[in-house]
């Protein structure tokens, strides 16, 4: 699970080295990305865009760019794992996985597009 953190500030600064990094970026891509609001919920660095969208979550030896709607996102980024239920994914990284300020910037505006036009992805149908 990623650290304890009352807000998006603590939870990056809780990180250290390359899960730092990779957050950082990652939350500087997808805050350039779209207008998110950032949050933080079930101990990750959500954000939100007409419900929840995106999310990154610290763990012991990996980090996750999970997205709501991910299972649609996997032609743009087929690295991407269907999770759980409904249409999850998620992009698992280690340290030696390569990923690019332009490919999370992507992710974010496509997921942002489609929470936008398909409505809040955690409501019940």
């Known amino acids: 699970m990623g650290p304890a953190a009352d807000n998006p500030d603590a939870y990056i600064a809780a990180l250290s080295g390359w899960q730092r990094e990779r957050a950082e970026m990652m939350r500087a891509a997808i ?7 950032e949050t933080i ?31 649609r996102l996997r032609e743009l980024e087929p690295r991407i794992k269907a999770s759980g239920k409904y249409e999850l994914g998620n992009l698992e990284m280690t340290e030696a996985t390569e990923v690019t300020p332009d490919i999370v910037a992507t992710l974010a505006a496509e997921a942002f597009r489609l929470n936008a036009e ?8």
């Open 41 to 71: 919920k079930w101990t990750n660095l959500v954000f939100m865009a007409y419900g929840p969208c995106i999310l990154i979550r610290a763990e012991e030896h990996r980090v996750l760019l999970g997205f709501w709607r991910g299972k």
């Open 31 to 37: 805050m350039g990305a779209a207008p998110f609001e």
């Open 118 to 125: 398909l409505g809040n992805p955690a409501a019940r149908p």
